[in-house]
């Protein structure tokens, strides 16, 4: 439910043309409801003064439609005055049972529901449904957070705490995406303590690694996550049976990036017209080892993934991945 301006349903005549919201001054209201109900034969405004002070405004609606309950009806909709200021709003249907009311309003507002209350999105203003004067009405004002009863408070602290919970996005490398589009499981997550110098990292460390292989035909992919290492873990892929430059395609498939693996020299791929991001391709060759390093850039920094493709032993192929550029 949106923040409300005024009640939902009367909201429809009467926010195209003005803005009338809970805690303005009564005389700002007054001069927005004067406006607003001019020309309108259905509609009658009868002011309530006392001790010279404006207390309430009604306006009498003569068979009025509410869309969002689906129902025409005579209805009045008082604006609650309180030491000059608009402090509550009651819609009172005199020609409708309770229990009525009640149904139609909980029909279409039912998501909005805490105990006997509907609430909007910020849990700033709500609304209930109730007799007053023998009347079916419904009441809207703002939240008076210690006045509800416990069990309410508590849901809407709950409520309040999933909103305010970052949203959880499992991370799925793009080379490990590519993966699962053309390669089979065949070996599922083991949980399994490894050395980061079988990695070939600079420092020797035990560390746990979650481990999955992937398999087609002849072709095998055993990927290490090492979730410790890093700011989002890193990722060794180790290839068997396939070339240097099929490994490598497959990761330019996955990233999206356009390469070419037949020049040996150092390669810029920009990926928009301000030349500000980019990525780039640098081919070596240490002590008989080849090896593919792409980095990416972003407003000129250094960012996203790291990526370092080498060829071990034939047939074998190491792909290193970390986020942020870390190597």
């Known amino acids: 439910m949106k923040k409300l301006i005024t009640l939902l349903f009367i909201a429809v005549q009467i926010t195209a043309y003005a803005q009338v919201e809970l805690g303005q001054s009564s005389y700002e209201v007054l ?47 008082i604006f609650v005055m309180k030491n000059g200021i608009y ?39 709500m609304r209930s449904v109730k007799e007053i004067n023998n009347t079916a009405s419904i009441v809207y004002q703002k939240v008076d957070f210690k006045s509800l009863p416990e069990a309410t408070k508590k849901a809407i602290n ?16 793009p080379l490990e995406n590519r993966l699962i589009d053309s390669f089979a499981i065949c070996s599922s997550n083991k949980t399994v303590e490894v050395n980061t110098k079988d990695f070939g990292m600079d420092y020797e460390m ?88 792409i980095r990416s850039y972003y407003n000129d920094s250094l960012g996203g993934d790291y990526i370092r493709i080498e060829e071990k032993d034939e047939g074998h192929i190491l792909v290193h991945i970390s986020y942020n550029g870390a190597a």
């Open 206 to 293: 035990e560390t746990i690694s979650e481990r999955v292989a992937y398999c087609l035909d002849d072709k095998k992919v055993v990927l290490n996550f090492l979730p410790q290492e890093g700011i989002y873990g890193f990722y060794y892929f180790d290839f068997y049976g396939q070339s240097f430059d099929e490994v490598t395609k497959l990761i330019l498939e996955g990233y999206d990036f356009e390469f070419d693996l037949n020049s040996l020299e150092d390669q810029k791929m920009i990926s928009d017209s301000e030349k500000k991001n980019y990525h780039t391709l640098q081919q070596t060759v240490k002590e008989g080892t080849r090896i593919r390093e």
């Open 158 to 173: 709950q409520k309040i705490t999933e909103k305010a919970a970052p949203e959880v996005v499992e991370y799925i490398n």
């Open 31 to 77: 001069q927005e409801l004067t406006y607003i109900t001019r020309g309108r034969d259905n509609w009658e405004m009868i002011k309530d003064y006392s001790g010279g002070e404006l207390q309430a405004i009604s306006i009498n609606q003569y068979d009025q439609v509410f869309y969002d309950l689906n129902l025409r009806a005579y209805a009045v909709q």
């Open 87 to 125: 402090t509550y709003n009651i819609l009172q249907f005199p020609t409708l049972k309770l229990d009525f009311l009640k149904s139609r309003f909980d029909t279409k507002y039912y998501n909005d529901k805490i105990g006997d209350y509907y609430f909007s999105d910020d849990f700033e203003e």
